[in-house]
């Protein structure tokens, strides 16, 4: 990274703006760069170059890396096998990037018009102005945001139709109007960044507010357990399934897991207890709330499940009848090219949209009043340093970077639609 690419990005000018609404004792480096800057797989220059996309809606050209992290592994080490200049699509080519959610036949028919959509983070670990900024995005760009555990805060109603409703073990302000509110419902079994473990939100974090959505008292620690009680088995799946098809028939359903050794048999039993998609949580996703000991060695890393799915699901003739999405630790528009084409549909994102409203990777969400730039807070003061319009622009510029990427990566490839790299792990190469 140069000094050059280090000053004058318009994020960082934003970021400062916010530190300095409320936060003169946050120290700043000389060229304004906030401190605590990252990590392996999302090191610094990844983080400017998110927030560069973020503030201009275009991959950055002023030489900051914005497709690869320091890793040293997984998606780090592979890129595409791109076609002579001459062979590639004309620039002008119209290129198809929407995936349908519903193969199944049965339920609403959906399609996104981007392979991707936003994950669950749920009130309580992030501010209801931060769910607000991804739902207004999710609604511009024609695609979802998931509630999260927390609860369905009234401000999203309006955007319902780009909102899954995600039910996980705590049950947290599970209602049968949030359930009918919701085009797709997710059930959350595991997490990649924290799987065995459930959930954890602190008291602090408990305000009146949230212990309200969440039915619960304020100020008391409240824990999501591990796993469902009542699901032991595929046949108890279905019944869920089946709960949820009795209040909703038309809502299509997820089943987020993680990734053990046997999430391929995971997967085939999701599609015969009813799921229309199977969302695959890799390790490495989570914010600083998942322990990094959870994270670095519980799970197994999502670009060895997605290919092992994909190939299992197709061996069982029904890979074309589920849809694959495919999450934790996806952080560029290159990630997303990737999972695709070891065999996922598409890509869930969490962490990418956090850093495009402000996130600096300090791992201080569970410390505190939480989060200082105003993300995984639910302090008042604090929740008020993001405008969820002006979250909602950076978020959208993200994605509008992320699509002219992919659109970019598919004609150098010579294909017309997204759908077209599923499964080309023949157009990936191991980089030395
Ligand atoms: S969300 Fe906030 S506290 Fe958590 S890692 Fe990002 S900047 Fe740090």
Request: aromatic letters at 12%; glycine letters at 16%; zero cysteines.
């Given at each position: 990274m140069t000094e050059e690419t280090t000053i004058h990005l318009p994020a960082i000018e934003k970021h400062v703006e916010h530190l300095r609404k409320g936060f003169d004792f946050w120290p700043t480096l000389e060229n304004g760069t906030p401190p605590a800057m990252g990590d392996f797989r999302w090191p610094a220059e990844l983080i400017l170059s998110t927030w560069y996309q973020a503030g201009t809606g275009e991959p950055p050209t002023?030489?900051?890396?914005?497709?690869?992290?320091?890793?040293?592994?997984g998606f780090d080490k592979l890129d595409f096998r791109f076609l002579p200049e001459h062979q590639q699509l004309p620039p002008e080519t119209e290129i198809d990037l929407a995936i349908p959610l519903n193969r199944r036949g049965i339920g609403r028919e959906i399609e996104i018009a981007v392979p991707w959509y936003g994950g669950g983070m749920s009130f309580g670990s992030v501010s209801e102005q931060v769910m607000l900024a991804r739902a207004i995005a999710a609604k511009e760009w024609g695609t979802f945001t998931s509630t999260g555990e927390g609860g369905y805060p009234d401000s999203l109603v309006k955007y319902k139709d780009h909102i899954i409703t995600q039910i996980a073990t705590g049950m947290f302000g599970v209602r049968e109007e949030t359930i009918q509110y919701a085009p797709v419902v997710e059930f959350k079994y595991a997490q990649g960044a924290k799987p065995g473990l459930g959930g954890h939100l602190l008291g602090d974090k408990t305000t009146i507010t949230v212990a309200k959505m969440r039915e619960s008292v304020p100020w008391v620690s409240l824990f999501s357990p591990?796993?469902?009680?009542?699901?032991?088995s595929v046949e108890d799946h279905r019944k869920h399934v089946d709960w949820v098809k009795t209040i909703n028939p038309e809502a299509l359903v997820s089943v987020k897991v993680s990734t053990p050794t046997d999430v391929d048999m995971v997967a085939v039993g999701s599609y015969y207890a009813g799921a229309h998609i199977v969302h695959l949580d890799g390790s490495y996703g989570g914010t600083g709330a998942a322990p990094e000991i959870a994270k670095k060695n519980i799970a197994m890393p999502i670009e060895f499940a997605i290919p092992k799915v994909h190939k299992y699901l197709q061996g069982e003739n029904i890979r074309d009848e589920i849809v694959v999405m495919a999450s934790g630790g996806i952080r560029t528009a290159y990630d997303i090219a990737k999972s695709i084409a070891l065999g996922a549909d598409g890509a869930i994102l969490g962490t990418s949209e956090l850093v495009a409203i402000g996130c600096t990777r300090c791992s201080n969400c569970e410390r505190g009043r939480g989060c200082p730039f105003g993300l995984t807070t639910t302090d008042p003061e604090l929740s008020l340093l993001v405008e969820p319009e002006w979250g909602a622009q950076r978020i959208g510029n993200l994605n509008a970077s992320y699509a002219k990427q992919l659109r970019d990566i598919l004609r150098r490839l010579g294909l017309?639609?997204?759908?077209?790299?599923?499964?080309?792990?023949?157009?990936l190469v191991y980089r030395r």
């Open positions: 002023n030489g900051l890396e914005y497709r690869i992290g320091d890793s040293g592994g591990f796993p469902f009680h009542s699901v032991y017309k639609s997204i759908h077209d790299l599923r499964g080309r792990t023949d157009l």
